[in-house]
């Protein structure tokens, strides 16, 4: 199996494969010199079922007992747990897993199909079957926002205060539809500090971001020593679309050949409303260790199918996309996330792992909508507010 991309989707698959499947040969193909690129991914310990910590477990660079958010009316503290990857960490755990000819570095891909793969530099590379998980610049045929953002690791001069991670500071002010900031304390004098945005266009003023962070800092009183990393991301929110469409997107398929398997981002795995995708991302790769069959042609099909599947158990969320950008204008956002806070933790953590129950999803209708009525159902109706065109030169991630 080549796997195309060594970002989060491929590189769990990859070391899923080594872990259950090490009777097969895998090839990680990675353009960047290491796996992961410049990110930090978080996830609550709620969001990954039991039979498949044992995969995550060893790539947690840190772990909290519960997160706060705070809004302008109300702060709150809940208690699941929560966990961040680092970029850094899961180079190392995977590079340790897979054998010395597993990887490939420094190597673009130019063109692919579903049982091979040809190089930038000419090379060609054969296989039983190729799953492609080199994210997208955004997912055509589809409409909806954009969640951007720019973090920095800040090293303090002085210790930071935060026992726990703020997974959402809305108290800031409002710029670009919904802003938050997000905080990880990594150390008792070390914190990434996120600057967020839902945003309905994908420029990113990263000059802006940086200089907010810092008045941030200032505001908390912290003194910042030095930025030792930055990483951005714009990307996509997903309130409708085409699946079969963006699924046979031409650019993306090779002309005259079956449609190469995906995974991640390019295959929509993300839920639609947070462009969350570390749930999912663990959930295939677990399946893909499952399967019988692993020819090019059956994984493309058994991709296809379990991305349709996550493709119409996500209508819910978008439909709630649908109604943040196309009901709420920008400055009315805020009180629509305010709201959802107030809902019973259990059901915020259902909604996260996107494992809402119907009375759930009744539970986060019922009552006087944070937007007014009209507009809402005006939204659900598509005569909303636009809603941007995710195209593949809308992000950049």
């Not at 930071?160 to 997000?182: E, K, S, T, W």
């Not at 379990?306 to 819910?316: I, V």
């Not at 709630?320 to 629509?336: N, Q, Y």
């Not at 809902?343 to 953590?349: A, C, D, T, V």
Request: proline letters at 6%; aromatic letters at 10%; a neutral charge.
């Amino acid at each position: 199996m080549a796997i195309l991309g060594g970002g989060l989707a491929g590189s769990l698959i990859a070391l899923a494969m080594a872990r259950h499947r090490p009777d097969l040969r895998v090839l990680l193909i990675e353009r960047g010199e290491s796996l992961g690129g410049e990110h930090v991914w978080s996830f609550f310990e709620s969001d990954v079922a039991p039979a498949h910590r044992d995969l995550v477990e060893p790539l947690i660079a840190r772990r909290w007992s519960g997160y706060d958010v705070h809004f302008p009316g109300y702060s709150r503290r809940l208690g699941t747990a929560y966990a961040s990857v680092t970029s850094r960490r899961l180079d190392e755990v995977v590079r340790a897993a897979l054998p010395a000819d597993a990887l490939l570095t420094g190597a673009e891909v130019r063109q692919a199909s579903p049982t091979g793969v040809i190089l930038a530099d000419g090379r060609e590379i054969r296989a039983d079957a190729v799953i492609d998980a080199r994210g997208a610049h955004g997912l055509p045929h589809m409409s909806g926002g954009w969640q951007k953002f720019l973090g920095r690791m800040l090293r303090l001069a002085a210790l930071h205060g935060l026992d726990r991670p703020v997974v959402m500071d809305a108290r800031v002010a409002q710029h670009d539809g919904y802003r938050f900031i997000y905080c990880l304390p990594f150390s008792p004098t070390e914190v990434f500090v996120e600057d967020t945005y839902y945003s309905g266009d994908a420029a990113l003023d990263v000059a802006s971001l940086r200089e907010r962070i810092g008045d941030y800092a200032d505001g908390m009183g912290w003194h910042i020593e030095s930025v030792t990393y930055e990483e951005t991301g714009v990307l996509p929110v997903i309130a409708g679309g085409d699946f079969e469409a963006f699924w046979n997107h031409a650019d993306w398929n090779h002309p005259g050949s079956l449609p190469v398997a995906r995974a991640g981002v390019r295959a929509a795995l993300v839920n639609p409303m947070t462009s969350y995708s570390f749930p999912d991302a663990v959930r295939f790769a677990m399946h893909v260790t499952a399967l019988d069959k692993l020819s090019g042609e059956s994984l493309g099909r058994t991709s296809h199918a379990w991305a349709a599947n996550h493709w119409r158990g996500g209508r819910f969320y978008r439909m709630l996309t649908r109604m943040l950008f196309g009901a709420a204008r920008p400055d009315e956002r805020r009180a629509v996330l305010e709201r959802f806070y107030t809902l019973p933790e259990g059901l915020i953590e259902r909604f996260y792992a996107g494992r809402l129950t119907p009375a759930d999803k009744a539970r986060v209708l019922c009552g006087k909508p944070p937007v007014p009525m009209g507009a809402a159902m005006a939204s659900l109706a598509g005569r909303g507010h636009p809603l941007a065109d995710l195209d593949p030169k809308g992000g950049n991630r």
